[in-house]
């Protein structure tokens, strides 16, 4: 019996000398900066205009720090296209709060469709073998990149990258053209998130009166086949 307590004694003994500081109270509190966006997440501006930055907040501790935001990217306005910046700021233990907006830049020719910022309509569904989807209230940039045509970045509406939550890699962006009649062309699409693009655009049309573009985007991936009618209003 003596060997057996002997052993455990110096069991513990090797446990207790073996936690040093080193390896317990390490937990420490830390309080991130409440960084907040002024303005819209996405704004589209005319090429050669000068873009205005809508602003942000960043608080530690009550305190105001919007002087330690760091915002990297740039805004070409001389160049059509899109264009990211990201707005970040670090507490005193290197944590980060970051958000990101997004400039479309757009060509400046005069044109029936307004390039802007459209949000999906009531209306609007997927139609699939599986039944019918409605789906509204996302927001989708359309800007031109060149006399008549258009960008657009999502043809789909927000299905995928918005709604589902899958990130913008799956929405269905690409260009088309705006016709004297008022309709739509496809010129090109594509997907990142599975490589892919759509069949067809059907039914595009442009009623300049109350600025709504309405499309349905056929997409028949490996077999499937579904219809995205989209009903977009100017925002």
């Known amino acids: ?52 930055e809508p602003g942000y907040t960043a608080e530690l501790e009550g305190q105001d720090v919007s002087s330690s935001v760091v915002i990297t990217g740039t805004v070409d306005t001389n160049t059509t296209g899109i264009y990211v910046l990201t707005y970040s700021a670090k507490n005193k233990d290197g944590f980060e709060k970051k958000f990101t907006r997004t400039i479309y830049v757009a060509d400046a020719t ?74 739509l062309t496809l010129n090109s699409s594509h997907n990142n998130g599975w490589n892919d693009g759509l069949n067809s655009l059907l039914d595009a049309t442009l009623n300049a009166t109350n600025d709504t573009l309405r499309w349905t985007a056929r997409y028949t991936p490996e077999g499937a086949s579904y219809d995205f009618k989209v009903i977009l209003t100017k925002k």
């Open 110 to 183: 005069p044109s029936p469709l307004e390039s802007g910022v459209y949000t999906v309509a009531s209306g609007t569904q997927r139609v699939a073998s599986s039944g019918n989807t409605a789906y509204s209230g996302y927001d989708i940039a359309i800007y031109q990149t060149a006399p008549g045509i258009f960008y657009t970045t999502d043809y789909w509406g927000g299905y995928y990258d918005q709604r589902a939550g899958y990130g913008t890699d799956y929405a269905m962006a690409g260009e088309f053209t705006l016709n004297a009649d008022k309709t």
């Open 1 to 52: 019996m003596k060997k057996v307590t002997y052993s455990l004694l110096a069991c513990l003994l090797i446990v207790i000398a073996s936690c040093d500081k080193s390896t317990y109270d390490t937990s420490v509190i830390t309080k991130y900066v409440t960084l907040e966006r002024l303005g819209d997440a996405n704004i589209v501006v005319t090429k050669g205009s000068t873009y205005v």
